[in-house]
Structure formats: C-alpha cells, structure tokens
C-alpha cells in the first residue's frame, strides 16, 4: 500500500496519508510503525512531506519504505470583478470585493490599491471614463485578473459667492460683477457671466 513516490498534489486535494499493511512469510508481524515529516517550501501553501513506514517480524527482520510527496498551490485566487459603475467626480472610490483562495485562507477583500485605472475616455475636466483592473494574490504568487469599467461624471453646479447686495450707483458707475467669484468640487477653471438688466427707475432714463 506504499503510494508512488515524488507525486505532486494540490494543496486542497486529500493529504491522508494511506493505510500501509505487511504480510511475514513465516509468521506474523508487527503492527506498521508510520511517521511524517513535513519540509517548508517557497511559500506556505507549499511543502513536501517526507512518509515513512517501518516495520519487523517475530525474529526481528525488518523493512522500511518512504515516500516524498510535493504539495503545491498553482490555483489562482477567486472573485467578482467590480461591478459598472458612475459616480460623482468628488468623490469616486472602487468597493472593496471579497476574494477567495482554495488554500490561502483568509485571504482578504481586494481593494482600491489592489486596483489601477486607465482612463479611455474625457468629456470635460472631471468627467471621463475608466478601465479599471484588479488583482488578487495569494501568498504563492497565483494572482486572478479582473476588469471593469468607471463613468466619472459631474452633475454639481458651481457655487457662486460673494455676490454684491443691493446698491445705489451713479450711472457711470456701474458694475454688475464686482468681487463675484464661484469654485467648483472638480472643474479649476470655472466661468463666470455676467449680465445687467436695466430695470427703469422711476422718470429718469439714466
């Protein structure tokens, strides 16, 4: 029953080790003696364990086999690729996603620094589209690969302050800006118009 020797095996497949029996052609013998030692590898999900069974009849004859056998993690990583999204330019983020290993556990969420974007495509400052990659990797250096795909858009207006109140110009004095200025959550270069109406005042024209 002595398996094969220097048989790899994934590190989620079956690791018992299997029942060893001996057979005397004179007598009985003893009961199988088993021992196991395990020897690190690159990486944790990896290591060779070094089998060994002994065992001896009623006159002390004895025999011994051992076996080595490879255990080794070439399964990369599971998860969902981030979902389609648009979100507003302030405050754009990519959601954290739980990923899966067969045999690093637990392996953790994937997160925005797990994650790089490309931008595809702009229609004005704060405003474009992204390619976004994530990655996920367990400590052998399997890594999964997912894409997806981010809108940045801007539908918050500018805001506008310092706007003058009420005053009363001389007619060659007149100013319809004065120290109005406006920011914008996500456009520096921000606009602004102005315009007057002449709103007649009473029987003077000027």
Known sequence: GVPDDCVPIECDENQDPPVVTATDNCGSVNPVQYSETKIPGSCPQEYKLVR????????????????????IDTTAPDFLAPPPSTQEC????IPAINSTDNCDLPLGDVTESD??????????EGCFL???????????????????????????PPEIFNVPGPTINECDDVDAQGDV???????????????MNRVPNGNCTE
Request: proline share 0%.
């Open 52 to 71: 060994s069974w002994s065992v001896s009849d009623e006159c002390g004859n004895t025999d011994e086999a051992s076996v080595t056998l490879d255990v």
């Open 90 to 93: 302030d405050c754009f983020e």
């Open 115 to 124: 994650c790089t974007g490309i931008i595809t495509g702009t229609s004005g």
């Open 130 to 156: 992204m390619s976004i990659s994530c990655s996920a990797c367990d400590d052998c250096g399997n890594c999964d690969t997912k894409t997806s795909t981010l809108e940045v858009e801007d539908t918050t």
């Open 181 to 195: 200025d406006a920011n914008d959550t996500c456009d520096s270069d921000v606009y602004i118009s102005k315009s």
